[in-house]
């Protein structure tokens, strides 16, 4: 977790009131009701004009929608840099939430174990989770995947045809999507085979 001191002030209610969409402001960086003792980078998520009583909704660049009551003197409030101001800790950045699928050749649940196992030794316990695992067995076999105009003619040469992945697995690609105005082709791999003579 990367944070960095800014210098920020707190702002009160007819001040969030005159803010808008476009204002960077920073909010608490707790993330799904997890607290965390720092702020956040945010805007708001409706000009502040609209406000009526209640709370502000302010939404962190780290996607988290937050309720802020700016008058509850305990709470982290709304805060905007000011060289006048005090110093705050902001989130940078909390790492990066990846989801995958793999293949596990001849995958059975030791192998799918010590694929976890390594894992979690290679980022860390506390960093690997399974959030769901869904087991499917797979032909072990490889296909081309093109991109070509979604309207395009039959027989017509394959200029217009874009190579988008080589080698990958039939259940990758639902995984996947077209370009806008292209769909998909997906062929048997076949081995480029480079017949240039050679001296």
């Known amino acids: 977790m990367n944070t960095e001191k800014v210098t920020a002030r707190r702002l009160t209610v007819e001040e969030i009131s005159g803010l808008g969409l476009q204002d960077s402001i920073f ?45 509850d003197s305990e709470g982290s409030g709304v805060w905007i840099g000011d060289k006048a101001g005090q110093e705050i800790e902001v989130l940078q950045s909390a790492g990066v939430l990846m989801n995958l699928a793999l293949f596990v050749p001849n995958g059975n649940k030791d192998s799918l174990d010590s694929l ?11 960093v690997v989770q399974r ?8 032909p072990d076999v490889k ?10 003619r039959k027989n017509t040469n394959s200029q ?6 080589l080698d990958i697995y039939p259940t990758r690609v639902r995984f996947l ?11 048997p791999h076949k081995e480029i085979v480079d017949d240039t003579p050679t001296i």
Do not use: Q
């Open 143 to 152: 296909v081309d995947l093109y991109e070509e105009p979604a309207r395009a």
């Open 27 to 71: 909010v608490s960086a707790e993330m799904d009701g997890l607290p965390l003792n720092c702020y956040a980078p945010a805007s708001l998520a409706e000009p502040g004009k609209n406000f009526e009583g209640g709370s502000f909704v302010a939404r962190t660049v780290f996607g988290e929608e937050i309720h802020v009551l700016p008058d």
């Open 116 to 126: 976890y196992s390594a894992a979690r030794d290679a980022f860390g316990a506390g």
């Open 177 to 187: 999507e077209p370009s806008e105005g292209w769909k998909f082709v997906v062929e």
């Open 160 to 165: 217009n045809r874009d190579r988008r992945a």
């Open 131 to 138: 959030w769901s695992e869904e087991v499917v067995a797979v």
